[in-house]
DNA sequence: TTATTGATTTAGCCTTGGCTAAAAATAAAA
DNA sequence: TTTTATTTTTAGCCAAGGCTAAATCAATAA
């Protein structure tokens, strides 16, 4: 059974609002995430719970099924290979990669996706720090967490943004943070949340909450 | 004023079928060339008649406009490039890119375009030997002739082929004709029009009427 | 326990791109 | 010139994905 290009849209927003399966999702949710009317997300989930990679009950959100997880993998997979193929090997900046990839996730070749994952080196993060499921939908994530909730004096390295728009993924490029940066956090304001970090080892920065919030980096 | 992917197929197929805008097309040819209805195709020509890409006469056949001719050959040139990219990175076979590309031409990116031809060295030629139109629409064509145009004792190089059918691909693989082959008319057998050619002053091939009809060459 | 409110669904409409069957126009034959 | 055959268009229908407005449900407050 195949799913339309919106189909596929909607299935990778409940999958993410969803926390990957773990909780259940409102209309409401959805038609905010996909920036379009609850009515029209009502009609879909219709459609999607007969497909069977949704469990859906009237007036109770929705919950995605196991076939439903791998479908929405399958399209997170393929969204993030092309990423990787826009910065690696066509020199997009990593602002620039999403709306293309939006459509790239949509084409509809097992044989393409399997030859452009050996052409990239089998990645297994994107270029956002998102790590790339494997052809089974299998995703080693790393622990993660974000820089706000990291104490004074501890280090790490930034391995991921939670924010992946282009205003907030400039405004990196522009403060010098990049994934892969080494970083140790030199101060916490108590009273904005605001951090002062040292970036590998020579470069101070201030950043605010908001900022420090979506940075996501793994302790050492 | 934007085309959609529909709109985009059948642009292409009267620019094809008109060879190059230089003759009009019928709505029952544009109907087989997209293997639909008639009744669908004259709703079509309406609205691409109203995007004023072609010009559309109710009962007597369309014509590509100048413009008209200017979107066919971008599609035409995403197309192109993407069966490269597929042949020469991705390592397919000439024979397996048609409907990918089919997919592809249609994402919408001209940074993304503008790239890949770059990350292409700026190929001149597709897999089959068609030409690229560069990004202003121009083609730089040469004069290609069929084999069975052909003269005995003429020589020549296979420069491309005339159906790109996976079919006729793979029995081209299969007999060892390919594009650059450097090739020489052996003997034209009266009868039924079959052939026998010289491959690289070292192979010989026999081949039907409707194969020599199928290969494109340019004389030396 | 009832009334109210906020979330959600339903009803009805729109556009795109298909289809079939019927009507109409053109082209060909008598 | 009239009839016939072929091509093309029109009319009316369908499914997918949108929308707005109205109805309905569930949860909460009174
Ligand atoms: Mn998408
Ligand atoms: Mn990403
Ligand atoms: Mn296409
Ligand atoms: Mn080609």
Sequence with gaps: MTLTTAE???????YHLSEGGTKSVSTN???AEMKTKPASVSDMLRKLGDKQV?????YYGVNITEEGKKRALQTIRKHRLWEVFLVDKLQFAWDEVHEVAE???HIQSPLLIQRLDAY?????????????PDEYGDVRARPRLALIEMEVDQSGQI???KD???????YLD???AYIGARIKILDKVEFDGSMEILVDQKKTLFMSKDVAANILAIQS
């Design 8 to 14: 596929e849209n909607y299935l990778k927003a409940i």
């Design 29 to 31: 949710d959805v038609a």
């Design 54 to 58: 949704i469990e859906y009950r009237k």
């Design 103 to 105: 459509e790239l996730e």
């Design 120 to 132: 990239l080196n089998y990645p297994k993060f994107d270029p956002h720090g998102d790590p790339i």
């Design 159 to 161: 391995v991921a943004v």
């Design 164 to 170: 992946s728009s282009a205003a907030f993924l400039k």
């Design 174 to 176: 522009k403060v010098g």
